[in-house]
């Protein structure tokens, strides 16, 4: 083999995935179009404004508790154009089967997405079906692709966070990555983690009606809270703070997070959003998130302090110290010498 | 006739090193006076420029005694002189300086009040009598009160104090102690102390009088200090130390005392010649020293529980000297941080800061300009062996024994400092911290610039750790126009330790200590490396095992034992479970078998050949210490232990491989630890046992390695070489088969050290070490 191999921290949403991104991937499909930083594209077509976003589902395992496969593959797309500022509408579904793999167990995975489908208010337009020899894939890999109508007045952009602005989390954080995690090796741990996704049309649209100029929505997932903040920061040129006693964690989330060593942070979520609200709208977009079916527990977490050539992320812990809340290049790592 | 004229010779010298702002220039005008000499001495950026003339005796005695007579702060790195022809001065004169950007002048490190200001501070007849801020050309602030070069009044801290006619008096004139003395001051023109209460009230009365008095009631003082807070109360009074436990959120982490004098502390601790010359050194750090069975009496239990350690300093300000005498004559003298933050500097960040733990306050308005944190250190076989360098010691250069090109070396993550370097001169910054939280971060920024600034040294190349998630390697990636060099960790420290001791390549390096980033992408920590110039090989590390947790197991050391035990086939984890006492697990034996699932399907469990975990995974095993409350814990205590029962005969052990894949194996020790444990043997001499394996292991490994390559030196580094008893018996073990062994004495074998190592390698070259086998 010659030259460098794809790894799996180049899919972990870390710094890696972006150096893929910016140096094998842009330079060959780039055009003004490419949305990098947002969850999916806006474009406009007849006068309408479009989003459109696509995502691969390939997790293990693809039953889990408080979900499948077939509800994230939902879910996730829905939440994506959503991000956009958008009112989702129309999904496709593109599915790729290991030979072997139990008609019965892909019936209950589309049973799952057809009635995600319904409760989020999409349509599953459009779809195609491959299967590939057993190793080829594992047991089945879903892409969806969703498109959306983003309402006048609306668009929110990671590279729109301004000093002052309220970042508001809808609700506790590290669930999906934590339930996967002990649902896929079988932890033998007495817990009720559930993987927490839904979809967050409605929450946005809730959002949208009091706050259409709305700065940033984003979705934790891969990486969770800690990399979409550092994205953000990135992007918009800020200091972000963060306060940890406002941040919502359930309690056996926090101890198993403790056991295996893995910060809730930086723990994926399949149902929670980030928002970036101007000061004086915050209160009233928690308010509008606590009402909304999914936002119970939201809070407002911190803010954005000031404009900076060093964009970062400082967390006042409980203490009352300051950690730097860093981006990471992939996994986790030991750094305690 | 006329009268015979005795011959006259002139001579040109160059002087280089810490000659400015230390009495240099005095100093010489009083030798030249001595010998009868005329002539003149300046400052030049390449040095001090000394020109005289008279009789041949007379100059060469000048010559002789210049370097050895020379005033203690000083630190000459260089002196020439050459023969010129004679111009005919008829007098000796101090010339005006000249200021430039060469590196030749150094920035002087703070220095101990000297012996001459503390009698003029304990004399009622002296008009200095209880001046807390007393100094003179020979002693006091430097480095923490400099803003920039040139080192003048102006460009310090003592720039808003106009000195008086008397001080002035003293400051022009070149006979006296203070002619020149920067921060030279008096109670009529200089900065003064006052006391407040923890809502920041004056409390009325004499400040550091009354902050005695309310030691003595068991109170606690944040007292502002050289480079930054202390936080103070009586070293006798066990309530008192315990409050200060509870309130700064350290459950058992030894404090450091202040003795009034050496009578104090000789009392509670053995002090050694060497230990007594550290102790009164100029740089006055904290030196661990062996407790005095009286001192269990005399001071408070929950001082320094389960050491037999203490580590004890003398006061090197006038307000300390003044503070020790008003109050209790052993205080507790811990650096006044929330932990885990870097020590406070600024008197209303301290208020805020400090008001939960801090009863009062004894504060000053002279800025501290520079942080600079007690230095620490040991005495190892009659040597110094430094554990954390900052105050007294920084940023006084090592001197190499190689040219570098301007370099900047960022160290790692804990306890990290950071390393300029620029021809033969490197020079370490004082001890930053843990680079995790903001303070310390923006400390380290502002270090970097501010000696970048000072030193006149812009960076060519930046060395940087290999971890790719340090703030150090971030920091070192944002530089534009430089050349990026990544050193990896144990490399460094070996580079290190060869540069505390003037010595190169090629040497058998033992680095040993907690985690760092190998090249291999896993974490190392117990590697014998071959290390030549820029280069190195792994000739031998532990075999790895899974650090079930990441970060979670340095915290926990008994997840170290149950991955030590399950991973290498030693125990079930229901035998695991059984066998480990884990306070707060209601489940032993479902936790550990949550940690072996974890090590099974590689949950967040790294792989590593860290010698500080297994320290962790024996301490824990055998109960010296299952939970850490500070850094290091677990091995400090299974010293402490193994100490009490030193020596004992090692554990068997084995290592599979050949030449450069040697991989040390830990199951037989560990099998012999669980039967001297099932024999109920004492658990000091378990831990004695535990280190005399590692001596002979590591000894038996040289031994092979020699036969082998030839090498017959051996470098000792990393922060596991902090162990006194483990570091003493290697030396004396490796020097019985006739090793030359090299150890570290002026720079931390921690990772204080590692910014060294990294300008050394950095700058030797750009060629990454080989991926390991
Ligand atoms: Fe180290
Ligand atoms: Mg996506
Ligand atoms: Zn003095
Ligand atoms: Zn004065």
Redesign the interface.
Known sequence: MTGPAILLDHGSGG?KSDTLIEESILPHIINPHLAVLNDGASVSIGGHRLAISTDSYVVDPIFFPGGSIGHLAVHGTVNDVSMCGARPLYLSCALIMEEGFPVQDLERIMADMGAAAKKAGVAIITGDTKVVPRGACDKIFINTTGIGITPEGTAPSADKAKPGDAIILSGTIGDHGLAI?SSR?????QSEIKSDTAPLNQMVSDIIAICPEIHVLRDPTRGGVATVLNEVASASGVHITLHEDNLPIRPDVAALG?????DPLYTANEGKLLAWAPREKAEAVLTAIQNSPYGKEAAIIGEVTSTTD?PHV?LTTL??????V?R?????????? | MTQALAPVSAMQLTVCGVVQGIGFRPYIWRQAKRFGLNGRVSNTPSGVTIRVEGTPESLEQFVATLPTDAPPLAHITEFTHTPVTAEGYSDFLISESTHGEAVATLIPADIATCAECLDEVNDPANRRFGYPFTNCTNCGPRYTLIAGLPYDRPLTSMAPFPMCHACREEYENPADRRFHAQPNACSACGPHVFLQDNRGEAVPGAPITNAGLLLKQGKIIAVKGLGGFHLAVDAADNKAVSLLRERKKRPAKPFAVMCRDLTQARLVAMISPEEEALLNSTGAPIVLLRKTPESETLLAPELAPGVNTIGIMLPYTPLQHLLLKAGPPIQVMTSGNPSSEPVLVDNNVALDRLSQIADGFLMHNREILQRNDDSVTQVVKSQESLIRRARGYAPMPILLSRSLPPTLACGGILKNTLCLAKGNKAFLSQHIGDMENEETLDFFHHTSELMQKLLGIVPEVVAHDLHPDAASTRYAQSLKGVDLVPVQHHHAHIAACLADNDADGPVIGIALDGTGYGTDGTIWGGEVLLVEGNSFQRAAHLAGTPMPGGDAAVKAPWRMTAAHLLHHGILTAEEVGHRLPLPGHLFPTETVTLIKQMMEKGINSPTTSSMGRLFDAVSALIGTCTHVTFEGEAAIRLQAAAEKAWPQEPYPFSWHGEADTRIIHTASMFKGILDDMDKTRPVEQIAARFHATLVELFTVLCQKIRKETGLDRVALSGGVFQNRLLLREMLHALKNERFTVFTHHRVPAGDGGLSLGQAIVAGMGKSMPPAAR
């Open positions: 710094e995690l090796e079988g932890l033998t741990f403790e056991l295996l060593g893995l060093h400082t203490t009352g110290g300051k950690r730097r860093p990471l290049t992939g996994d986790q790592l030991p750094r305690i010498c």
